[in-house]
């Protein structure tokens, strides 16, 4: 069975961070690019950041030098670390998991991914 898995979400202060895993069952994530998105309360799911198969790496404008993706292949586990957290950071994050690597135009379409997970809260307050 192909599944996602998030977790590491959590409360915490502004300026604090978190470290998100996706572990992947079911597949192989070493030839899938993987995608972070994340949805606050009456707003749309946006893309926060990517990373293809080739380590190619993509980040949206407001995360960008406060956020990093990883992936560990022989954990089949993608890894979202985010410092420097603000309150607009508050959203359910979720990984979704594409079988073609992306153009930088591509990442932020969820419907270039064909797996999710069920997301974990993020929650930046004081």
């Known amino acids: 069975q192909v599944q996602l898995v998030e977790s590491g979400g959590g409360s915490v202060q502004p300026g604090g961070s978190l470290r998100l895993s996706c572990a992947a069952s079911?597949?192989?994530?070493?030839?899938?690019?993987i995608g972070w998105f994340r949805q606050a309360p009456g707003k749309e799911r946006e893309g926060v950041s990517c990373?293809?198969?080739?380590?190619?790496?993509y980040y949206a404008d407001s995360v960008k030098g406060r956020f990093t993706i990883s992936r560990d292949n022989a954990k089949n586990t993608v890894y979202l670390q985010m410092n420097s957290l603000k309150p607009e950071d508050t959203a359910v994050y979720y990984c979704?998991?594409?079988?073609?690597?992306?153009?930088?135009?591509?990442?932020?379409?969820?419907?270039?991914?064909?797996?999710w997970g069920q997301g974990t809260q993020v929650t930046v307050s004081s």
């Open positions: 079911g597949f192989t994530l070493d030839y899938y690019a």
């Open positions: 979704a998991a594409s079988p073609a690597d992306l153009e930088t135009i591509e990442v932020v379409s969820t419907k270039q991914y064909d797996y």
């Open positions: 990373i293809n198969s080739d380590g190619s790496t």
